[in-house]
């Protein structure tokens, strides 16, 4: 028998632990079907829409974060550049453009294999840090689809160091 047939019974569908964390914190959210569930978030520069999906085959919950830039034909290549530098940085979770919709998203998946089950804190923790990756990131997507910006110049804006104080 190999291993990918055996089957593992959950006390609790993943989504439903999302839906339970999303009621807890008053977030917007709807569950269009037992295996997805959306939210909506308002951040500091825009709100974002967070989509959760269980994916049975492979015991993954994959959260999509996207938000409201629609990225122009003649720009895509300074967006895809920008998502290069981006992703050289990150550790958890990636950015990708949806070209066909001209989107940008944050991806990040949780691997439950076995029967793991996730918590609150998990959700919570996948949640928080895809938010505050869109957040550190925005304003550079902006610079290069409304301003003309670089990639290297829109990164360099938005992560430069503050020193003294005000």
Not at 38 to 44: D, K, L, Q, W, Y
Not at 58 to 75: G, M, S, T, W, Y
Not at 125 to 142: R, T
Request: aromatic share 10%; hydrophobic share 50%.
């Amino acid at each position: 028998m190999s291993l990918l047939e055996i089957d593992i019974a959950r006390d609790a569908h993943p989504v439903d632990v999302i839906e339970h964390v999303a009621h807890a914190n008053d977030w917007a959210y709807e569950r269009s079907c037992d295996d997805e569930i959306g939210i909506s978030v308002a951040g500091s520069w825009t709100d974002y829409h967070v989509s959760f999906s269980w994916m049975e085959d492979f015991e993954a919950l994959h959260l999509a974060c996207a938000f409201d830039i629609k990225v122009p034909e003649n720009r895509v290549l300074e967006v895809m550049r920008l998502l290069s530098l981006i992703n050289e940085q990150m550790l958890f979770g990636h950015f990708d453009l949806w070209e066909q919709e001209g989107a940008v998203m944050f991806r990040q998946t949780l691997l439950l294999a076995g029967g793991a089950e996730p918590t609150s804190a998990q959700v919570e923790v996948l949640l928080s840090s895809a938010l505050e990756a869109c957040e550190c990131y925005f304003q550079a997507f902006q610079l290069v689809v409304w301003s003309g910006c670089s990639a290297r110049q829109a990164l360099s804006s938005v992560l430069f160091e503050t020193a003294g104080t005000a």
